[in-house]
């Protein structure tokens, strides 16, 4: 059971677009169309900003989209808004004994 | 309104036990699965367990598979992990966390978050 792999920094301008990666095995995001990103502020609780690969929650702006191709998947932020700054974590389903993975965590800077 | 609170967290010494609890309102409880998810300080974040609407379903991670048991009581509206053989890399905030509707989504995404209870497993 290991941690998907995410780069530990991104950025961009505001109106810009970033795009964050996530990368696991067949036996996580590559076998299941069950990956989620989350987004959070410091000192704040997760909100849940993507699910199923490329779905958006209600209330979620279509500035948030999702992808995943082979055993990566990716969340776009486009637009960026200084509101934007925060932690991007992912999330897949990893099979086996119903076990949920995941990612280390992405730092989101809006210079 | 929606909402999860913890409560229960505290210092413990290694090697002893502590349950922490989380009390839903706002949504019928026993439509959704629960999870337990925790983020140790300056970390990010790693999913604990889960259980289904019924307690059929329930999963662990490796790291705590055998210490930790995840439990439900539905008239309650309430979520329990008791966590046994208590160590010091077990020290983190614990967030309740609801599913969304689904047997497969509701594994893995988690759409309403408490604000979490803190751990600290220390001498």
């Known amino acids: 059971q290991s941690a998907l792999t995410q780069p530990p920094s991104a950025s961009g301008s505001p109106g810009q677009s970033v795009t964050i990666s996530c990368t696991g095995t067949?036996?996580?995001?590559?076998?299941?169309?069950?990956v989620s990103w989350y987004q959070q502020h410091p000192g704040k609780a997760p909100k849940l900003k993507i699910y199923?690969?490329?779905k958006r929650p209600s209330g979620v702006p279509d500035r948030f989209s999702g992808s995943k191709s082979g055993n990566t998947a990716s969340l776009t932020v486009s637009g960026l808004q200084a509101e934007d700054e925060a932690d991007y974590y992912c999330?897949?389903?990893?099979?086996?004994?119903?076990?949920?993975?995941f990612g280390g965590g992405t730092k989101l800077t809006v210079l | 309104e929606v909402q999860l609170v913890e409560s229960g967290g505290g210092l413990v010494q290694p090697g002893r036990s502590l349950r922490v609890s989380c009390a839903a309102s706002g949504f019928t409880f026993d439509d959704y699965t629960m999870h337990w998810v925790r983020q140790a300080p300056g970390k990010g974040l790693e999913w604990v367990s889960g259980?289904?609407?019924?307690?059929?379903?329930?999963g662990y991670a490796d790291s705590v598979k055998g210490r930790f048991t995840i439990s439900r009581d539905n008239a309650k509206n309430s979520l329990y992990l008791q966590m046994n053989s208590l160590r010091a890399e077990d020290t983190a905030l614990y967030y309740c966390a609801k599913g969304l509707p689904g047997y497969g989504s509701g594994w893995t995404a988690f759409d309403i978050w408490g604000q979490g209870t803190v751990v600290t497993v220390s001498s």
């Open positions: 067949s036996s996580d995001v590559g076998g299941y169309n069950y």
């Open positions: 199923d690969v490329s």
């Open positions: 999330s897949s389903y990893a099979g086996g004994n119903n076990l949920v993975v």
């Open positions: 259980i289904s609407w019924n307690s059929g379903r329930i």
